[in-house]
């Protein structure tokens, strides 16, 4: 059984935008 695609793109997205977000607070501190 494979979880909607929805729920995957969201959580690909999530996924996405906390390591940009990681990264960026690593990089300028």
Avoid: E, F, G, Q
């Avoid at 494979?2 to 501190?29: D, F």
């Amino acid at each position: 059984m494979s979880p909607p695609p929805l729920m995957t793109k969201r959580m690909m997205i999530v996924s996405t935008l906390t390591v940009t977000a990681h990264y960026c607070c690593w990089y300028y501190c």
